[in-house]
Nanobody
Framework: QVQLVESGGGLVQPGGSLRLSCAVSGSIFRIGTMAWYRQAAGKQRELVATITSGGSTNYADSVQGRFIISRDSAKNTMYLQTSSLKPEDTAVYFC??????????????WGQGTQVTVSS
């Protein structure tokens, strides 16, 4: 079984920063693209950032220049360094990884989510 566990969320003041982590465990052959999503109360889940196995990154316009996505392949862990946080960044943040359990067979797995609240 494959399991993703997020950590690092919390309450932070506007302008502050948080570092989110997402660690994967289980029977894994390799990991493809990783991504962070977020879902604010009453809104649809939205893509925040992605990172490929080769390290290429993409960001939503709303977080470009403020968030940095990274991965540590040796630790099977992904990070989201957030900075200059705004109240509108408040949401539950979810990680997603495309995990290959065999050479050619991959599946998307999701974490359980971690709450980020930006408020004074």
């Amino acid at each position: 079984q494959v399991q993703l566990v997020e950590s690092g969320g919390g309450l932070v003041q506007p302008g502050g920063s948080l570092r989110l982590s997402c660690a994967v465990s289980g029977s894994i052959f390799r990991i493809g693209t990783m991504a962070w999503y977020r879902q604010a109360a009453g809104k649809q889940r939205e893509l925040v950032a992605t990172i490929t196995s080769g390290g290429s990154t993409n960001y939503a316009d709303s977080v470009q220049g403020r968030f940095i996505i990274s991965r540590d392949s040796a630790k099977n862990t992904m990070y989201l360094q957030t900075s200059s946080l705004k109240p509108e960044d408040t949401a539950v943040y979810f990680c997603k990884m495309y995990v290959f359990r065999t050479t050619f067979s991959g599946t998307d797995y999701w974490g359980q989510g971690t709450q980020v609240t930006v408020s004074s």
